[in-house]
């Protein structure tokens, strides 16, 4: 690991001025570097090798080109601490934050100190003094695994959140004793609207956190927060002048309309404000007092990209917010409250068994807190299947009739957003060679494993590919390879040829191999400009559409290597969350887009070997009525939105309720409520009534229920 670091060390130092490649030539690719040694056969290592993270290389060689929105002098990291490497970490960490060259917000500190927190936290260190940290030989050693996530947001607001008037500070009102604290992290989150209101006008939130908003935060190093008392002064300030819910977000500076950023809150759909609507919205009068509401405004660059090396971070540091701010009120009532989080994010990519940072970040904080009151953490199982982001091939061995497979990457003209790949092996032992060929051979570059290489154009940096830094949790290395974009706006950052990329991939084994791809998400986002289009896998073996004309929903009689099974949202494989799949109300039929299960096997760490969804709710109110309905950005008004986004929230708002009443929730609660429901149908389903999808799609059964029963209050339908 120190070595990795040292190395890493060395190529900062030389890369320290970004220098743009420029000038004409022939098709080039760099020499890989040296390759490391593999990891040891059947041991569980961590996500990194401990080579250096190939993003930040890329970025910092393109001079960040490709990630200019961000705030670039502090650098993020997902670190993993050794075994019994603590307290020379801690040590390390007091010696290097003196010199204010490294910052660890508090929560992951004091929940590390006091002996109740897992080994993965987030750093942020200060980029004009990387390398006096990475020279840190002490702080180093104590460092099992670490994950380069993109730098800090840039704030979207030049105004602050208004402090509140101390001539009528209105508190949060104190919470019973048998409370839960229903967390929704997400993105345009109108905390205005009535839905998250007290009958009395106040605002149910307790603390809102907006990660992009004009900090410092105090705790975590950027963003703002907005506190209960704070909001109300917003709230009974537009109250008594008559402004609207537009001019309160303004005034707020959670929109800031003197800045070229998108306004979330400005259009009339906004995606967190209808999860959170499903999730524990209320008419005013019916709003349950044992429900204490906190949010978390996600960033919207990161957003924005969906990639991984750009949400994870966020994502972390927002559940230790919500944790932390439940603990802090815990202090104050003297009581401990359980806790749900939904979170109705995620990206295609990644090792897909249970193995990723953030998954198991997650699964330690779950763990941990759980041993004081339970945490229930809610994803969608992804949006993904018809999406053709997924491909698995097997090799046969070496001199077989087929120890080298082709994989066509179609990466459409004018995109503006960078394309990534990331390709995993079954098996530790699996060893191959991969080659990528640009359109009209505009380049070709070949990587063994322990390798990597830059890819150039024309003497410009547009890629890298990684078969170094990537490992999985049966021991396997993977393959990661970024693209530039198709097309930009900025004369200067260089593009790629749109078209199809082929790669090659070639058995170095002499036994059989079998490999997963999948592609990671760029395309547009609802309610958000296009900024990026999603690259595919084409294969002409591959039907997209069925005889009746419908789109494929499963692998049956699929005679390519295009694959609809295993697509799960990638932080969807850990042991603890609890994964929500979509169906259409009308007739049960599973949602088209929903991803199917199961995740690839890991072998212990107690990750269960082929997850699936543990539930299905509604995502759609019919195949021809798209979408269920709820809050939309402003009071009073009602909008539709589909994806398994929108079924999370629903099985959340379940499990708070079974919280409320004490009675079982969680994975295996909701799950026995849905197998139950589940065996009351046919198998075969029935006139009007899809049969069960299978467990790939709905894990124990299809949950239904009446949100009206759970206090929701809305009686609209279509």
Not at 448 to 471: A, E, F, R
Not at 618 to 641: F, K, M, N
Request: net charge positive; proline share 8%.
């Amino acid at each position: 690991m120190i070595r990795a670091w040292k190395r890493l060390l060395a190529w900062w130092r030389k890369f320290r001025t970004p220098v743009r490649h420029t000038g004409e030539g022939t098709p080039q690719s760099t020499q890989p570097t040296q390759p490391s040694q593999p990891p040891p056969p059947g041991s569980p290592p961590p996500w990194s090798s401990g080579a250096p993270d190939t993003t930040l290389e890329w970025a910092r060689a393109t001079g960040y080109a490709y990630f200019n929105d961000r705030d670039w002098s502090w650098l993020p990291f997902i670190i993993r601490l050794k075994s019994g490497g603590a307290s020379k970490f801690w040590e390390a960490v007091d010696r290097l934050e003196q010199r204010k060259v490294l910052r660890i917000p508090s929560p992951y500190r004091a929940s590390a100190r006091s002996g109740k927190a897992g080994q993965t936290l987030t750093v942020q260190v200060l980029e004009s003094e990387f390398s006096q940290v990475m020279s840190d030989e002490v702080w180093l050693s104590s460092i099992e695994a670490s994950e380069f996530c993109v730098p800090l947001p840039k704030p979207v607001t030049s105004r602050p959140f208004p402090a509140p008037d101390p001539a009528h500070i209105q508190p949060y009102p104190t919470p019973p004793d048998d409370a839960i604290v229903v967390g929704i992290i997400d993105d345009a989150i109108a905390f205005a609207n009535h839905r998250f209101r007290w009958a009395n006008g106040t605002t149910r939130f307790h603390d809102i956190w907006q990660q992009d908003g004009l900090g410092p935060h105090p705790t975590f190093g950027y963003g703002a927060e907005f506190d209960a008392p704070a909001i109300n002064d917003v709230l009974r300030t537009a109250a008594n002048r008559g402004l609207d819910e537009s001019e309160i977000y303004a005034r707020a500076g959670v929109e800031d309309y003197t800045q070229e950023t998108h306004k979330t809150l400005g259009r009339r759909r906004a995606h967190g404000t209808h999860v959170a609507d499903l999730a524990c919205g209320f008419d005013p009068g019916s709003a349950p007092a044992k429900e204490i509401l906190m949010g978390v405004q996600l960033d919207q660059a990161a957003v924005r990209s969906i990639h991984p090396a750009l949400l994870s971070t966020y994502i972390l540091d927002a559940l230790h917010f919500i944790v932390a701010k439940t603990e802090a009120l815990e202090q104050l009532t003297n009581t401990t409250y359980a806790i749900v989080v939904n979170i109705s994010f995620g990206w295609y990519t990644g090792p897909h068994d249970g193995s990723a940072p953030l998954e198991k970040a997650i699964d330690e904080l779950v763990q941990t807190r759980s041993n004081i009151k339970p945490m229930h953490v809610v994803l969608p199982a992804g949006n993904s299947r018809q999406e053709r982001t997924h491909a698995r091939l097997v090799l046969s061995r070496i001199g077989g009739g087929n120890d080298t497979r082709r994989l066509n990457w179609r990466l459409p003209p004018d995109s503006r957003a960078a394309s990534m790949m990331e390709i995993w092996p079954r098996r530790a032992s699996d060893d191959v060679q991969l080659t990528l060929q640009g359109p009209g051979n505009s380049v070709a570059v070949t990587v063994t494993s322990g390798n990597t290489s830059n890819i150039l154009i024309n003497g410009q940096n547009v890629g890298v590919i990684d078969y170094k830094s990537l490992v999985g949790g049966q021991g396997q290395r993977g393959m990661r390879i970024w693209l530039a974009p198709t097309a930009s706006l900025d004369p200067p950052v260089a593009t790629v040829p749109f078209g199809d990329w082929t790669i090659t991939i070639k058995n170095a084994r002499n036994k059989r191999c079998m490999l997963d791809a999948w592609i990671a998400r760029s395309g547009r986002l609802a309610g958000w400009p296009i900024f990026g289009r999603q690259s595919t896998f084409e294969d002409p073996a591959y039907e997209r559409y069925g005889p009746n004309g419908r789109g494929r929903s499963s692998d049956r009689n699929n005679r390519s290597y295009v694959r609809l099974l295993r697509t799960l949202n990638g932080i969807t494989t850990g042991k603890e969350p609890v994964v929500v799949g979509g169906f259409c109300q009308s007739d049960l039929g599973s949602a088209e887009y929903s991803s199917l299960g199961p995740a690839r096997g890991q072998a212990g760490g107690g990750v269960l070997v082929g997850r699936r969804p543990d539930v299905a709710a509604r995502s759609d109110d019919s195949p021809a009525r798209h979408g269920v309905l709820a809050a939309g950005s402003r009071t009073g008004s009602v909008v539709t939105q589909d994806g398994t986004s929108v079924a999370a929230p629903q099985i959340a708002r379940w499990i708070a309720n079974e919280l409320m009443h004490n009675r079982p929730a969680g994975r295996a609660a909701v799950g026995a409520v849905a197998a139950t429901q589940e065996g009351g149908r046919p198998p075969l389903g029935a006139i009007g009534l899809a049969p069960f999808p299978g467990m790939h799609a709905a894990g124990r059964g299809r949950l239904v229920y009446d949100l009206a029963l759970l206090g929701w209050g809305r009686t609209i339908r279509r």
